[in-house]
């Protein structure tokens, strides 16, 4: 497994966020995690990336015990790339250098060979001629592709896309989703979402989240399709 959690406990105050959850996610795979809002799948992916302590609970990325206090969370946000909905690029940058930032100021990469690297991907990704533009000049879902490749260019062990697509206007939607199905396979992959038609074709897995608990997992199709618990039937009758 590359990514291992077990038993998680997470509160804020009074609050019980992650209620004792367990989720593992094997290299290479696509896990989205479905859940009603507040179910807590933000809130674990804050979790894995150390942006946020656990009260209890482990959790392993690629055999180690990142919730061990002597770890340090530089080193473990390397191995991660996170996007969130939203604000995810530096508005007084161009494209180019949002994303060389991190791998020629953080991890010391020759710039020469980070920009050739970003380029490339913005290549793949449709996005070459907009390397020199500002933030401002792209469309929304450009923004949001360009973000996630700034999380790739660091070639992260693992990739968590929080609801990547809930702040775009609907047409803008496809585009996003169609880059991230294109990564299935290079990577891995924990991503939150409220699109059940995505999950459906790019999970592997789908993890049902009810109160800071995997309440129920497994193909999209089964987990979709034809869940075993009440409350999965419930959550997919309420969106659907
Ligand atoms: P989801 O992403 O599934 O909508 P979240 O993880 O964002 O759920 O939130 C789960 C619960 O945790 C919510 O009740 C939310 O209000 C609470 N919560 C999240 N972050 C904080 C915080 N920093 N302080 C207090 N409560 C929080
Ligand atoms: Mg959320």
New binding site residues.
């Given amino acids: 497994m590359l990514l291992t959690c077990t038993d998680v406990r997470k509160t804020?105050?009074a609050?019980v966020?992650?209620d004792g959850l367990d989720l593992s996610v094997d290299e290479h795979e696509v896990v989205a995690?479905i859940?009603?809002?507040?179910?807590?799948?933000?809130?674990?992916?804050?979790c894995v990336n150390l942006l946020?302590g656990i009260d209890d609970g482990t959790i392993t990325l690629d055999g180690e015990d990142i919730t061990d206090p002597k770890i340090n969370p530089d080193d473990v946000r390397q191995k991660i790339g996170l996007v969130f909905q939203s604000y995810n690029l530096f508005p007084h940058m161009t494209v180019l250098d949002n994303i060389t930032l991190a791998p020629t100021r953080v991890h010391g990469r020759p710039v020469d060979e980070a920009k050739s690297q970003a380029l490339e991907w913005l290549a793949r990704v449709g996005l070459a001629d907009k390397a020199s533009s500002y933030p401002d000049r792209l469309s929304g879902g450009q923004q949001q592709r360009a973000a996630i490749v700034r999380a790739l260019v660091n070639s992260p062990r693992l990739l968590l896309l929080?609801?990547v697509t809930s702040a775009l206007d609907p047409e803008l939607v496809g585009e996003v989703l169609t880059m991230i199905r294109d990564l299935k396979g290079d990577t891995t992959m924990v991503l939150?979402t409220h699109e059940m038609g995505f999950a459906r074709q790019v999970a592997d897995r789908v993890a049902f989240?009810d109160k800071?608990r995997v309440l129920e997992q497994g193909p999209p199709e089964q987990v979709l399709g034809d869940p075993v618990e009440p409350r999965t039937r419930q959550f997919l009758a309420r969106i659907i």
Wanted: no cysteine.
């Fill in positions: 804020f105050g609050s966020v992650l995690l859940g009603a809002s507040g179910s807590g799948k933000s809130t674990l992916l804050r946020t929080d609801e939150a989240l800071g």
